[in-house]
């Protein structure tokens, strides 16, 4: 069975997954990618058939490859360009993070058929519709939690840095829990907005990514799906799509 890897890299961390066939044998988190970050995960006396990664930086692609090469002649920098399982109506496909379009693949392989509304939780949130079709029809890019936090700070003369973790009541008692109640329940009444702003003809599914998600779910109280390896998960079926002649 083959043996691949996917890399996924957001601003403060790169998790790495080692992958035989469909199913995640293995998969680490580190701060920046490394050939000794890589070596751990393969088991003795096999080798990389494929590798695919995507990044929400500005990283040099030669160096990627450079590292990637020692593993496999077979590597994907993830972008709009790259051959898809689905199809990208933004009118600017270019601009399209290669975060948003894996996490748009791996809705469609968690909740296959149906409409989908992508929650990603990270330093930034993104919530992007795919259909039930395989369309990534496009989507929206606001502040990530700590980000609200922190601006709420910077831009102003008295309010205190608070902490994302801590209580967090529907209405906040004194300053530290009214800001953190109002970036965590903020970002919960945008994600229910964007929920009704499906038809519910659509039957739309939630996913929920990022590592800002755990911040969150406590206080929904809708359906949703939870799963921290979405973008794995769509570099995985990219990576196999690809293999199709």
Same mark, same amino acid.
């Given at each position: 069975?083959?043996?691949? @890897?996917?890399?996924?890299?957001?601003?403060?961390?790169?998790?790495?997954?080692?992958?035989? =066939?469909?199913?995640?044998?293995?998969?680490?988190? #580190?701060?920046?990618?490394?050939?000794?970050?890589?070596?751990?995960?393969?088991? $003795?006396?096999?080798?990389?058939?494929?590798?695919?990664?995507?990044?929400?930086?500005?990283?040099?692609?030669?160096?990627?490859?450079?590292?990637?090469? $020692?593993?496999?002649?077979?590597?994907?920098?993830?972008?709009?360009?790259?051959?898809?399982?689905?199809?990208?109506?933004? &009118?600017? /496909? =270019?601009?399209?993070?290669?975060?948003?379009?894996?996490?748009?693949?791996?809705?469609?392989?968690? $909740?296959?058929? #149906?409409?989908? @509304?992508?929650?990603?939780? =990270? *330093?930034?949130?993104?919530?992007?519709?795919?259909?039930?079709?395989? #369309?990534?029809?496009?989507?929206?890019?606001? /502040?990530?939690?700590?980000? &609200?936090? $922190?601006?709420?700070?910077?831009?102003?003369?008295?309010?205190? %840095?608070?902490? *994302?973790?801590?209580?967090?009541?529907?209405?906040?008692?004194?300053?530290?829990?009214?800001?953190?109640?109002?970036?965590?329940?903020?970002?919960?009444?945008?994600?229910?907005?964007? &929920?009704?702003?499906?038809?519910? &003809?659509?039957?739309?599914?939630?996913?929920? *990514? =990022?590592?800002?998600? #755990?911040?969150?779910?406590?206080?929904?109280?809708?359906?949703?799906?939870?799963?921290?390896? @979405?973008? %794995?998960?769509?570099?995985?079926?990219? %990576?196999?799509?690809?293999?199709?002649?």
């Amino acid at each position: 069975m083959a043996n691949k @890897l996917t890399i996924d890299e957001g601003n403060s961390s790169i998790k790495i997954a080692l992958w035989q =066939g469909s199913t995640m044998a293995a998969v680490v988190t #580190h701060r920046d990618l490394a050939p000794q970050h890589i070596r751990t995960l393969i088991p $003795e006396g096999e080798s990389i058939d494929s590798a695919i990664y995507c990044s929400v930086r500005r990283n040099d692609p030669a160096r990627v490859m450079e590292i990637l090469s $020692e593993f496999t002649s077979s590597v994907t920098i993830l972008s709009a360009n790259t051959r898809l399982p689905i199809t990208i109506d933004y &009118r600017s /496909p =270019g601009t399209l993070g290669p975060d948003r379009i894996a996490a748009a693949v791996g809705a469609t392989v968690v $909740e296959p058929h #149906h409409t989908c @509304l992508v929650v990603d939780m =990270g *330093t930034a949130i993104t919530y992007d519709v795919v259909s039930a079709s395989g #369309h990534f029809v496009g989507g929206n890019i606001a /502040p990530g939690i700590f980000m &609200r936090l $922190e601006a709420l700070n910077h831009f102003t003369s008295a309010l205190p %840095l608070v902490e *994302t973790d801590g209580d967090v009541p529907r209405w906040g008692y004194d300053t530290t829990t009214a800001l953190r109640a109002g970036a965590v329940r903020g970002v919960i009444g945008e994600l229910q907005y964007y &929920r009704h702003c499906i038809p519910k &003809r659509h039957r739309p599914r939630v996913i929920l *990514t =990022g590592g800002s998600t #755990h911040l969150i779910t406590p206080y929904i109280t809708t359906p949703i799906t939870v799963e921290p390896h @979405l973008v %794995l998960i769509g570099l995985n079926r990219i %990576l196999e799509y690809n293999e199709i002649p």
